[in-house]
T-cell receptor
Framework: KAGVTQTPRYLIKTRGQQVTLSCSPI?????VSWYQQTPGQGLQFLFE???????NKGNFPGRFSGRQFSNSRSEMNVSTLELGDSALYLC??????????????FGPGTRLTVT | AQSVTQLDSQVPVFEEAPVELRCNYS??????LFWYVQYPNQGLQLLLK??????LVKGINGFEAEFNKSQTSFHLRKPSVHISDTAEYFC?????????FGTGTSLTVIP
């Protein structure tokens, strides 16, 4: 079974630009979560999508948004990029069924550098 | 509020020595607990998980962890480490459908 895939793997953007990151979950997984990982803050939860609906949201400004498509693929968008947005963005998928404390399966991440 | 605290940011240990990575959590509701490992330039890989039942959980690569409800801890242990265990380790808890991660412990195995 293929794992979680994220594209692109590396990205360099300039302050003020916007960026879109993509995540394809494991086949059959309907939940996709996004995390920002930085050396200072560690892993911080951005949001979770399930069945095309945002179910949970972390404490990030509105510049960070996402969506999920009917095939469970998800995109994350960051507008008006700031230097502090430089980070590894991780996507994780899970089954998210009521009978399972489903663990999350992580993709390799997208390394975003803002200059 | 839920939180996870990893008490050591860096742990150096000699090859073939035992290691313990400490994790404490705070939650007012039932939790599920996880340990993940992250190798350089990669995503996180699940090492083991505690859902219920036996408090001693065995995972991949010879790691195990013990859930201690009274001390709200979930420490990770390995009796003999290898060079290949050098990585970042994250403790996480899940309540409902949200995960909370610790800040990570960098394990360095010294030859």
């Amino acid at each position: 079974k293929a794992g979680v895939t994220q594209t692109p793997r590396y990205l360099i953007k300039t302050r003020g630009q916007q960026v879109t990151l993509s995540c394809s979950p494991i086949s059959g997984h309907r939940s996709v979560s996004w995390y920002q990982q930085t050396p200072g803050q560690g892993l911080q939860f951005l949001f979770e999508y399930f069945s095309e609906t945002q179910r949970n949201k972390g404490n990030f400004p509105g510049r960070f948004s996402g969506r999920q498509f009917s095939n469970s693929r998800s995109e994350m968008n960051v507008s008006t990029l700031e230097l502090g947005d430089s980070a590894l963005y991780l996507c994780a998928s899970s089954l998210r069924t009521s009978g399972l404390a489903g663990e999350q399966y992580f993709g390799p991440g997208t390394r975003l550098t803002v200059t | 509020a839920q939180s996870v605290t990893q008490l050591d940011s860096q742990v150096p240990v000699f090859e073939e020595a035992p290691v313990e990575l400490r994790c404490n959590y705070s939650s007012s509701v039932s939790v599920y607990l996880f340990w993940y490992v992250q190798y350089p330039n990669q995503g996180l890989q699940l090492l083991l998980k505690y859902l219920s039942g036996s408090t001693l959980v065995k995972g991949i690569n010879g790691f195990e962890a013990e859930f201690n409800k009274s001390q709200t801890s979930f420490h990770l242990r390995k009796p003999s480490v290898h060079i290949s265990d050098t990585a970042e380790y994250f403790c996480a808890l899940r309540t409902g459908n949200q995960f909370y991660f610790g800040t990570g412990t960098s394990l360095t195995v010294i030859p």
